[in-house]
């Protein structure tokens, strides 16, 4: 594996100084920027696409939170533990469950319009594995409401720069010194004490995905190459119901749909699976149904039998389902698409990781806390708890740490360059082999296979001097494909056909180092 890909000499490029740079504006972003821009420190964010672009933006369902009179910080704990079959880290979840109720008060305090009763008490609903009505929401369109309140707090106290991807995280023995960027014409320099990485996961790396457009998860294959150690990256949850027609994307449909009665039947009309069972054993039983040729459909219609409206209550589900014609039966063809990656950047509850200067958030990072699945709803808790705990932590590096402005260098390697149709190819070819060997079910010639195809992708893509993306979309594969080698069980999200059950000996996390050595280790 290549430290640097792209060629450069940091004294011939175009530089910038700041305090802290930011990478994503997503929620876990922008709530670490909240909290830095409270403590005097004006952050500059980075990002591919505008703030309203990204996987937290796009989250309908809602953001899980004890805050109801009859539930407790304790039961939130108890059923995130259960979720995460045994491999949660447990101190990390009490700081989820107990600091987020207070994260979630503020984000009240501050405008987010979750929906209340006539009463003005903030309406409540259930979703898979939580034994509580307890899921906060914004109709269907809570990331959004929550994203755009958070940006309004910041927009004119920070400074952004949008349409740039991260190239390469610079590091001088073992410390972070600095960062590459690219319009995709002309590289630039950015030179900070401290990095937030908080780019969103790596479901897109999989065929069928209900990933934001751009958010890939290359930057914690360049974080990889920086040194930053790896964690669960086997862990990859399936939503089990994105739209499933012949030429279109994966269209997420909530999972609130089926915490307010929506069910799910096959093509005789038989229902199969509890719908609030967790997302994977529901995934793997439309995965079964499909694999017995039959087809899978969620029925919205006991909604409307209850009187609910779903039109006012889930705009965003009607307008998936009148765009293609579905709201005269409210019957949908679905399947499961890769929807969360629950690996990613090993990181403490503050953002640190491995790498001095480096911190992450959100979920391009690796807590523990959802262990090998993650609690519906938990994700948007995780942003904004761990990213106001990684302001606090940035702010206090930063006052010990200073710029480092010393010259690095990198030679190119490969001389080809990749034209725009082979760089298409080489990215769907690399999205079919993680689908068809690393999805919902895994064996371990289908990983073998999988890993021998990535590895002659990677040593073919190697000879390009463009190829910097997708590279580090190999690495990341990799890893993944090796992880799950290595885990020689079942485990949540994690179902290998030839070790269909858990096994004590590997209650452990996968760690990943970067010479793409694993190691099981219990946090």
Known sequence: MKRYIIPFDTQSLPVKEVDTVIIGAGIAGLSAANQLVKLGIRPLIITKKPPSISNSFLAQGGIAAAIHRDDDPQLHYRDTLNAGRGICVEKNVRVLVEEGLERVVDLLNIGVPFDRDSEGRVLLTKEGGHSRRRVLHVKDKTGSAIGSVLYSQIKDRVEFLEGYYLEE???????????????????????????????????????????????????????????????????????????????????????????????????????????????????????????????????????????????????TVYALLDNFGFTDSYTVPVSPAAHYSIGGIQATANGKTSVEGVFAVGESSCTGIHGANRLASNSLLECVTFGYKTGYAVFIYNMYADINRKRLKSQPSGTKLLTREERFNYLRTLKEVMWKYVGLERSKSGLEKALGDISALGEKLENYSNSRYLLDLVYLSKGIILSALNREESRGTHYRLDFPEEKEAYKKHTKIYNDLKIKLEVN
Do not use: W
């Not at 790896?230 to 269209?251: K, M, N």
């Open 169 to 315: 995280i610079l590091t001088d023995e073992g410390r972070y010194a600095g960062i590459i960027i690219t319009d995709g014409e002309k590289h630039y320099l950015i030179r900070s004490k401290s990095l937030v990485l908080a780019t969103g996961g790596y479901s897109s790396i999989y065929l069928r995905n209900t990933s934001a457009y751009k958010i890939s998860g290359d930057a914690i294959g360049a974080a990889f190459r920086a040194g930053c150690v790896l964690a669960d990256l086997e862990f990859v949850q399936f939503h089990p119901t994105a739209l499933y027609l012949e030429g279109q994307p994966a269209y997420l449909i909530t999972e609130a749909v089926r915490g307010e009665g929506a069910v799910l039947i096959d093509d005789t009309g038989s229902r199969f699976v509890d719908e609030m069972k967790p997302r994977d054993e529901v995934a793997r039983a439309i995965f079964k149904k499909y694999a017995e040729g039959r087809k899978v459909y969620l029925d919205l219609n006991p909604l409307l039998k209850k009187g609910i409206s779903i039109k006012e209550r889930f705009p």
